[in-house]
């Protein structure tokens, strides 16, 4: 069967242990709504061993080289479609220009505020960044370019390295207004954790990772029942003084540098 018959019968969940460039090379035409991804960049270690990461994965990829993934995808997406690609604030100058090179017509930030990222050494990364990747026909975006979300902590029980809050890919498949009919796809999708609002939707959602732990995790959360739709759960809104920021209530306050020794020397890391 050739490619596009595979993917055109894709199930509402397809999680696969697949290279991201691979797959996206692999997708047809028109078949991507909403790209939301956190790819493997390689980025700088401010203080940490940045060991636990390397236990879990061991290839990271320039930027250059997600880019040529993202312009796969691009090729591959709806008219209407929108790519949300997160990086940290040492990336993202090179974040901005692997998207203008892959073809999206106008990049811009949204900020992430992971509320209480821990202690740690050096300059504390409060925030990241996801970056908007428009298309000429790119779907009306709605809310705020600055979400807060607590970051998943370190001495979370089974924590994927890096995961992300399963609440900031809620937030962005509320502002990129994913529902059914759409296809999310997520080319490094790790635990699953940024699809996990667009399945909650009802948008069939499609994930890559070269990872084995990854496709089992992300396998094993999006194939869950589905939980409470987020659109009715009740979501404090901070006061008037602020009104662009959502704010969720704080799980478990902490960031991986609050784990790290410190340790001066700068260099890269898988991460
Ligand atoms: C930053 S993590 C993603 C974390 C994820 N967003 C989460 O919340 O769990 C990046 C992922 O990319 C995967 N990866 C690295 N190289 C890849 C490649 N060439 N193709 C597909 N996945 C790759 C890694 O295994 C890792 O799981």
Known sequence: MSALGQSRMLPRVHIEKRDAREAMAALPAGSISVLITDPP???INRGGSGGHLKRWFS???????????????????????????????????????????A?????????????????GWGLRHQTEYVLVGYLPGSRALCGADLVS?????????NRYPSEKPADLG??????????RGDRVVDP???????LIGAAERGARVTGYDVAAAAVKRATGRLTKPPAKTPAKAPVPVRKASKPSLVRIPAGKPASRNSARAA???????TR
Not at 103 to 119: C, E, H, Q, S, Y
Not at 170 to 179: D, K, Q, S
């Open 170 to 179: 809620r937030e962005l498949a509320r502002i990129a207004n994913v529902r």
């Open 41 to 43: 960049y390689r980025t």
């Open 149 to 157: 979300v607590p970051a998943v902590g370190p001495n979370t029980a």
């Open 59 to 101: 290839s990271s990829l320039s930027w250059r080289q997600i880019g040529d993934v993202l312009a796969l995808a691009r090729s591959r997406m709806r008219p209407d479609g929108v790519a949300f690609v997160m990086t940290n604030p040492d990336g993202l100058r090179e974040a901005i220009e692997a998207l203008e090179r």
């Open 188 to 194: 490094f999708c790790g635990s699953g954790a940024l």
């Open 103 to 119: 073809g999206f017509v106008r990049v811009r930030p949204i900020t992430w505020d992971k509320v209480a990222p821990g202690l």
């Open 263 to 269: 340790k001066p020397k700068a260099r890269k890391v």
